[in-house]
């Protein structure tokens, strides 16, 4: 008997699902036609256009932009009808005339809700499924029709459904959303408005608050980092569609050695998380929707807090911002009175009670006031000083500004030692803004060190998948052991091996296309199969004289494997002692790299010389480092121009404004030595003037003539910069007399 | 059986229900009367399980009426509105009814279908009132529901459609021991198709018994008293008639007219002391006793007539 009942019940669920499917018949429709007008169109297009060009026949490129336009518009709003069927599906909560017939059927409220949620959810979602799987057959046809053996369709096929699937977890967020706003509203208006409020405002209000804590104290923190966090990805279409628009872009992946690692723990993290978001959101849909009364049914708003919710959260975000940016509070208050009185007026049919109104408003301005106030004193929430315990981070991208252009390794890390290094040199830079009493006692290792600036940035990404970004200048005596546990560590070997064999295949002349995001873990394989060789540049220790040259799978292989081992066996000592052979990319080769240089000799490949062709490039942007020419004898500093250190060298400055730039001047006067003399360093506003006083100084003129235009191993004094020339003062001759009689003269 | 105990039902602030108690025997034909905004709607809402009870207790065969799958398929209600079928063909909306309710009856259908002559393929947006409502009649009885819920049964029906409608319903009841709650407005038709009613007032049960003792229980007494001994007709007023529940008393020059509760022997027994010259005691129509009952609670047209 139970067993009969259950199964009556059972199929109660499934008629009700199948009864709403056909009531959303028109919907159905509608939706396929869009679904068949987006992606399968822009799949044909595209095969039109390769056909074309295969067959090198000419074409209108109007016409197919056109179609290209018409396709775009309804996959967008193929999209967007997920809100649509939302308030189709459920629209006997807003329309009091539906009401009885839905609720008098014999369905339990459970039934009801998850029948009518996934028959909506079918309606969105299978005519977008068949025009993915239909777009898919379009392109497979089309390539067996054009017969082109240049790229095999079917590589690109898991990565398509992949990337595919982000969109379609997207919409599945996008459509739970909208139902849950559907529940708690008594009118067609209210739901518009709040389908559409909800799905705004809940990534607004994250990044709103994120932006808040970053700018209350921005020490380290990035005012954009709240858009790569999970927590703002995760939760709203708006967030689906930053991570889709980033996954798409591989801006969010590139550089990283450990590319498909990466992607897969990123992508994988974001979809288990996204699917928990989306239970949320349905469980809270379903407890809305089970307390809610049948004769709610036209009621202003059936819980009348989320209307209260949605305002206030608007009012945090313009009073957070305008408050943060340190804009007008009038304005901003002004804002939002007007959005507040408005919606009060419609939500109440006219003026009753309106006084109510006035006094919800200044509360909500006053709780808005509040958490800024409370945010701003407590610096941010002391979000700042958070440092993650290295267990706890999963990998940790690295970026150490003013040596990009040299090393690139602005690399994912999941070696303890990098992270424990990471970590360490955060709370040592916390400490030190903590502390500022302390900071003189930092041992001056560079006496350069006023323009010894290195910006190290670092994203950790946390078991948790959430992610914590933070940015800090500092000396570079301080990122020396960081720098260290880096270059030494098995990862960067690999990462920078692997790097230099898929660059070399990227290299070459017919590399046309970028498969870097499709492709995933079979990057490397892939561009094996589609290339027989590989193009390699090398360039000489300064990197200026460049030569590419064209090798074999086999030996690049050789090659990248020979550097692996080098950098696996360098040491601090191979480090200190070896001066740079040359570059590969943008690899350094030091001359203790025997492996590599034997592979490069097996492979035919000569290492060029310092020419004397180049001599302007060699002494263009040019600059030496102490502490970086630990590592590399010859460094590239090439973002420094816009900031420098004094002696609170560990702040981010940056010449905003006039103030700001005159007050960091005095500071560098009292300095004993000068490293930068020039337009570049006095920057634009009296760029002409000093230009020309300096010019005319025979004290600076004969320094000039003592310069060099590049330099190894030594130290120099000072370095001259005038219009992008770097001219190096060594210690030698009357040099430093020369120097002090000018420096003397200019302060 | 459908049992109502100490329901209650509100409104935000409003009480449509205040705690009424009301028993409806299995294959009763039961009207519920009242004046609009009396509650009758919220009790067959309630009923249907469309609404859940504040208070107290909603149970057809003993079992809460809400949220109950095995309860709902055996209860059909049929609301006051037809708009919400606009969208449908008849043949749509049949099959739509179909799917929920597992004793539905294709041959019910056509045989109903066929007396009442409806398209099936015409959307109901096109249907007439009285079409819309015949097609959900019909639609009803063709789900064969043990309890049969008619909110406003026989609005915007023609009166031959009226007669094939009441037929329909007594047949159903006479064949499958169907049990109907009618609310309704006309109390002629809940007089000719109910053999219990319910009068609901302010949320509140005025009286539940069937129909035939309802109006055997009130009556309008016209009454001529003899001139006493001066010559002059005797000036009675409800107080000189104490044992009389009286619902209405007015005297017009020397013939009384008074409404009251109770037997008719009795009645006459009352009156009898003072030898009335004339007595009738004439039994009052469901729709005299509506007034009447209600015109006690305060419920009256006085007020507009005299203005």
Redesign the interface.
Known sequence: MTAA?ST??DS?FG??F??KV?DNSKLTITHSVLCILGLPLLCAIAMIITYMDVNKIKYEDNTLALFAVISVCAIVISVLMGIIIALSTFRYLYNK?????N???????Q?RFFADYLSGLSVYMIPMLCSVVLGLIIVGIGYMVIGTDETNIFDFVPAAIKAGCIVLVGMILLYTLSVMAVTFCGSLFEAVFSVFTLNAIIPGVIACLGIAVSLAEPFGMSEDAILSKNFFLCTSPIGAAVFAGTYFDGGYFSNIGSESQYISAMYIKWMVITFIVIGLYLAAAFFLYKFR???DVSKPYVYPWFYYVFMFSAVLCVISLFFMFEESIAGAILICAIGWFIMEVIRRRGFKKFWTAGISFAASLAVAFGICFLCKASKGFGAYKYVPSAGNVEMAELYIGGMSSVSSYDCAFKSKEVIESITALQKEVISLHENPDTIKQIPATDPNSLNDEVTVTVIYHLLSGSTVERSYNMNSAMSTDLVEAVLLSDEYAQIKSRQMETTAYYSNDDSSYNTTWLLGESELDYLKKHFDHATVAISDKCGINVETIKVSQEAIKAISDAYYQDLSNMTVESLENSDTACFIFESFVLDSFTNTINALENAGITIPEITDEYIQDYSANRNYNRTFGYYYPVNYMTDLNYCFVDENYYEHHQFTDAENYEDHTKRMSKSETITFIGNDYYSTPNNSINMNAYTSDPAFCELLKNSRTMVFDDMPLAVIYIDGQRFFIMDEGNNKQLLDNITGQMY | MIELKNTVKK?DDYTALDGIDLTIEKGASFGLLGSNGAGKSTIL?LL?????ADGGQVLIDGKEAY????I??R???I?D?T???TGYTLKKLKD?YK????NFSEEVFENLRSKVKLPLDKKLSTFSKGMKRQAIVIIGLACQPDYLLLDEAFDGLDPTMRIIVKKMLVDAMIDRQMTTIISSHNLKEINEVCDTAALIHDGKVIFARDIDSVKGSIHKIQVVFPKDDSGNTPEYTQADFPDLEVLHFERNQSIYYIIAKGDEDVIKAVFAPKRPMLLEVIPLTLEEIFIYELEVLGYDSSDINND
């Open positions: 009942t009556t019940i109660f008629r009700r199948k009864s056909a005339s539906l009401v009885d017939m609720h008098s059927l014999p369905l339990t409220t039934q009364k049948a004769e | 409104f809402r249907s399980g469309i609404y859940r949220d109950d799958v095995s709902k398929q209860v059909f209600f609301n509105e708009i919400q079928f739509y799917l929920f309710y597992p």
